[in-house]
T-cell receptor, first 115, second 110 residues
Framework: GAVVSQHPSWVICKSGTSVKIECRSLDFQATTMFWYRQFPKQSLMLMATSNEGSKATYEQGVEKDKFLINHASLTLSTLTVTSAHPEDSSFYIC???????????FGQGTRLTVV | DAKTTQPPSMDCAEGRAANLPCNHSTISGNEYVYWYRQIHSQGPQYIIHGLKNNETNEMASLIITEDRKSSTLILPHATLRDTAVYYCIVPTGTASKLTFGTGTRLQVTL
């Protein structure tokens, strides 16, 4: 299957700082990218959907000013967690899809720990 | 928007076929069914998807009932590495968002 690469795989940051997570589709152009987070023993929760060149659409309850999403090119989307706090510690996962009704491929995830 | 229902857990002996059911009784005519799995602490892995015909690839087979209200994912010869949480998803909305439910935790045993 196609490859989606996430970087970094894990990050530890201090409370109050910002962290940027990158998601790249390595061998296809991703018209749509999705960002999820997953808490221990829970399922993935969709945070936002982004289309290249457009503003992201956030799910209800997700603060768009806290979780900044940029999808500036067909192969790169970034998620910036601003002013991170310990409760933002989670597993963040991105997904990329070429066209509607085709399969989406997932990155390996980024484990964020805020101390 | 179609919702899916899966059993919370299943066991399967190594080497045997694992049959994972999914109900999606509210699916509409142009909505696909997707299957993903997540092995502990990794990103989900795409397995297979289909619309109305049965599908097969190197990983699994997908059997969709004629009325499309349910489907079954078949792993023909389960191995220990197939132990994972399996998600049956019908994408929702105009953006065809992949919304994950609780899935089925498949435990493959010796």
């Amino acid at each position: 299957g196609a490859v989606v690469s996430q970087h970094p795989s894990w990050v530890i940051c201090k409370s109050g700082t910002s962290v940027k997570i990158e998601c790249r589709s390595l061998d296809f152009q991703a018209t749509t990218m999705f960002w999820y987070r997953q808490f221990p023993k829970q399922s993935l929760m969709l945070m936002a959907t982004s289309n290249e060149g457009s503003k992201a659409t956030y799910e209800q309850g997700v603060e768009k000013d806290k979780f900044l999403i940029n999808h500036a090119s067909l192969t790169l989307s970034t998620l910036t967690v601003t002013s991170a706090h310990p409760e933002d510690s989670s597993f963040y996962i991105c997904s990329a899809r070429h066209f509607l009704n085709t399969e989406a491929f997932f990155g390996q995830g980024t484990r964020l720990t805020v101390v | 928007d179609a919702k899916t229902t899966q059993p919370p857990s299943m066991d399967c002996a190594e080497g045997r076929a694992a049959n994972l059911p999914c109900n999606h009784s509210t699916i509409s005519g142009n909505e696909y069914v997707y299957w993903y799995r997540q092995i502990h602490s990794q990103g989900p892995q795409y397995i297979i998807h289909g619309l109305k015909n049965n599908e097969t690839n190197e990983m699994a087979s997908l059997i969709i009932t004629e009325d499309r209200k349910s489907s079954t994912l078949i792993l023909p010869h389960a191995t220990l590495r197939d132990t994972a949480v399996y998600y049956c998803i019908v994408p929702t909305g105009t953006a065809s968002k992949l919304t994950f439910g609780t899935g089925t935790r498949l435990q493959v045993t010796l």
